[in-house]
């Protein structure tokens, strides 16, 4: 099999690029290990920035997002008991955000690929990239029992953080950086609507808690626990009675229970893998980085690497400059330390770290309170969270 660009993983990253060049009219094929339906119902990230909505809409894939996705002004910041709204229009001159699932993400994508694209294979497991700095990479992947190549003369690993692209990069021009953190996130989908209609960030004293949505019948709830908690450890009670808790404030808001139907545990983690080129091999997404999900901006990263890949071969098939893929890790990086930045940021801010001191619980509450007093920090935050832009 041969291709212009091969694509490994088809996430958001790998799918968003397939739509990108076929409507650049540029080839791809995309290998994806797991089925349609693991793909589909995986659930992750759920807030689009504005500059993933604009792109999502420019490659005609939003229609479905405008129809049922919610568009949100602002956030809560709760601690102490207090309240503090974040206005992200008023403080960003118009900017929001998106609460449209990345599941539905896919779920668009993919339909668009099957009818409109090019191929696209489940159950088709890249095993390695070889020849990633000569004129013509490949991708050995094993579909139907059968081992195969595809032969490219790109090769994109938008293969998540467990992918195998990136071993393709020689150790020694490798450079990782990496943070974990001692705690985790117990989410939970429950069908109950949200008992708020933004998304409430609540600092506490036993630790984070984050109250978002699906949709307006379904709630999606995290609590910070321990690192290496198992979900089956809480009981359904337990969950709702802890996330009461983190909650509380001085009025009579109240927080609505219903049926847990999915929870797990998501640990923390800050990674970057420099260079995100090596050759004619392209990382882009969870391939190359993570970042703890406080920030909301892992979906939103690989959507800015793919449309940097896609703008950046289309400019070398329109003038014959290589320029701009030559840049592509420098590019991509400016945007990914900053995103690194304010995750870290929001997640220092926000979680309890075991063993802290009281000095260092009381600048987190001040750096809190510096939030809600002053426009210039309170404009920061909102502008980090609707988005970086593209350059
Ligand atoms: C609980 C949670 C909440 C999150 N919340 C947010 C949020 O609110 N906002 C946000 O922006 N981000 C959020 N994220 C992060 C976001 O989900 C990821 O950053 C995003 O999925 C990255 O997309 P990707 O396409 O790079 O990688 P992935 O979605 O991981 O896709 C990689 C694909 O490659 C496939 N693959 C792997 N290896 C191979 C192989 N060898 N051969 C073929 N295919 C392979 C995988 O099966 C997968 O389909 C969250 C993540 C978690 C876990």
Same mark, same amino acid.
């Given at each position: ?8 993983? &088809?996430g958001p990253a790998?799918l968003l ?38 792109? @999502?809409?420019? &490659?005609? &894939? ?14 809560? @910041?709760? $601690? ?22 990345q599941?539905?993400v896919c ?11 090019? +191929? ?16 013509? +990479?490949?991708?050995?992947?094993? !579909? ?15 293969? /998540? ?8 990069? +020689?150790?020694?021009?490798?450079? #990782?950086?990496?943070?974990?953190? %001692? ?9 109950? +609507? ?6 409430? =960030?609540?600092? !506490? ?10 949709? %307006? ?29 983190? $909650? ?16 797990? #545990? ?19 997404g ?11 901006? /892992?979906l939103?990263?690989a959507v ?10 289309? !400019? ?8 701009? @893929?030559?840049? =592509? ?6 945007? #990914? ?12 801010? @926000? ?6 001191? %009281? $000095? ?32």
């Open positions: 099999m041969r291709t212009t660009v091969g694509i490994i993983g &088809a790998g690029l397939a739509r990108l060049l076929h409507n650049a009219g540029i080839d791809s094929v995309v290998l994806e290990s797991r089925d349609r339906a693991y793909v589909e119902h995986r659930q992750r990230a759920g807030i689009l920035e504005q500059g993933t909505v604009d792109v @999502l809409r420019a &490659a005609g &894939a939003g229609e479905r997002m405008d129809r049922e996705g919610l568009r949100h002004d602002g956030i809560e @910041l709760r $601690f102490a008991k207090r309240r503090h709204r974040v206005d992200f229009p008023g403080l960003t001159g118009g900017r929001s955000v998106m609460v449209y699932a599941t539905e779920k668009d994508l993919i339909a668009l690929q099957l009818k409109e694209g090019g +191929p696209l294979l489940f159950e088709a497991e890249a095993l390695a990239v070889e020849g990633a700095d000569s004129e013509s +990479p490949l991708v050995r992947f094993r !579909h139907e029992g059968r081992e195969d190549v595809l032969e490219c003369d790109y090769v994109v690993g938008c293969d /998540g953080s467990w992918g195998v692209a990136r071993k393709a990069i +020689p150790e020694e021009l490798t450079q #990782v950086f990496e943070r974990t953190y %001692p705690f985790g996130w117990l989410g939970i989908l429950a069908d109950v +609507p949200p008992s708020h209609d933004e998304l409430v =960030y609540a600092h !506490h004293d036993r630790g984070f808690a984050l109250l978002s949505m699906r949709s %307006p019948q379904v709630s999606r709830l995290y609590l910070q626990v321990p690192e290496g908690t198992d979900a089956e450890e809480w009981t359904d009670e337990a969950i709702w009675d802890e996330l009461e808790r983190r $909650f509380e404030t001085a009025d009579d808001w109240r927080l609505e229970r219903g049926p847990i139907t999915q929870k797990s #545990v998501t640990p923390m983690r800050s990674y970057v893998h420099e260079p995100m080129r090596h050759g004619r091999l392209f990382l882009a969870d391939a190359a980085h993570i970042v703890p999900p406080t920030g909301a901006k /892992g939103n990263l800015g690497d793919v449309v940097t890949f896609a703008r950046a071969l289309v !400019h070398l098939k329109e003038t014959g400059s290589a320029e701009r @893929l030559d840049a =592509y890790s420098e590019t991509c990086l400016r945007r #990914v330390w900053q995103a690194e930045r304010f995750s870290y940021a929001m997640t220092t801010l @926000l979680h309890r770290t075991p063993g802290a001191t %009281p $000095f260092e619980d009381r600048i987190q509450l001040a750096r809190l309170d510096r939030i809600t007093a002053a426009r210039s920090a309170e404009q920061d935050l909102a502008e980090c969270y609707t988005g970086f832009p593209l350059e």
